[in-house]
């Protein structure tokens, strides 16, 4: 819709797995995701915490790891787009690494000052592998910081501050350019309408606002499972409460 209508978006990866999950029918799963760099390389989050891996499309499953079984609840897989491809899974339990471990404990990575609170997606990965982390101040909010590991969370290094009380932040990485960082911030809220976008152009040094006050951006819509970068055309951001930019996300349109 709006400046984007009548675009048409090849999806990059097949993403029907409605017959691949037959052999693993007693799990619950909270969490797919396809490694972007092979399609035959499939991650399954179930509800229990066990992770599993798939490297034929589906059609075969190993046990990798386990975390915590709240960390089953709302997670999210990112799997880096550089050489090392390492997994990681993000919940508001911490982050882990997904190993192959036969089912034994997940690493987790030590998180630097702050709170992961209820942020359901804390994380982003550029295309050289760099870690992009939000944390909030307090556990509801109380503003944040943005930080940057550059060795697979072994050590951090803070970009930016504010104080701007909302609940939750998601920072998003522009696959094209990794200076161009969004960062998705709002509030768990009775009437869901108080959220902001906010857009670095120098890789998450200083943030200027691009949109306030999203019209109905609850938790689970804009901020954790909506905004996306289109692999496919560059600039082009998505959300689930359709709205989208088509310049990197310095404007944007219903």
Not at 89 to 95: H, P, Q, R
Not at 217 to 231: K, M, R, V
Not at 246 to 251: I, K, L, Q, Y
């Amino acid at each position: 819709s709006g400046s984007l209508a009548g675009a048409t978006v090849t999806p990059a990866l097949p993403l029907d797995l409605s017959s691949k999950f037959l052999n693993l029918i007693d799990e619950k799963w909270s969490e797919v995701a396809i490694d972007p760099t092979n399609a035959s390389h499939i991650y399954a989050v179930a509800m229990s915490g066990v992770i599993y891996k798939s490297t034929d499309g589906g059609a075969n499953w190993t046990i990798q790891c386990e975390v915590d079984s709240n960390a089953g609840y709302y997670p999210r897989v990112k799997i880096s787009p550089a050489v090392d491809h390492t997994v990681y899974l993000a919940s508001t339990v911490g982050i882990a690494k997904i190993e192959a471990l036969s089912g034994a404990t997940c690493p987790t990575l030590t998180l630097p000052t702050g709170n992961i609170g209820w942020n359901y997606e804390p994380i982003d990965i550029d295309s050289s592998g760099n870690l992009i982390l939000w944390l909030n101040k307090n556990n509801w909010g109380g503003g944040g910081y943005l930080y940057k590991s550059t060795n697979q969370g072994s050590s951090w290094t803070q970009l930016y501050t504010d104080n701007i009380d909302l609940d939750s932040g998601h920072p998003l990485v522009d696959p094209f350019n990794s200076s161009n960082i969004l960062l998705f911030r709002t509030i768990d809220d009775v009437n869901y309408n108080n959220a902001k976008i906010l857009r670095s152009t120098d890789g998450g040094s200083t943030f200027s606002v691009v949109v306030n006050s999203v019209s109905g951006a609850h938790w689970d819509s804009i901020n954790t499972t909506g905004p996306f970068f289109d692999p496919a055309h560059q600039d082009r951001v998505y959300t689930t409460r359709n709205t989208c930019s088509s310049d990197g996300g310095a404007t944007w349109s219903a």
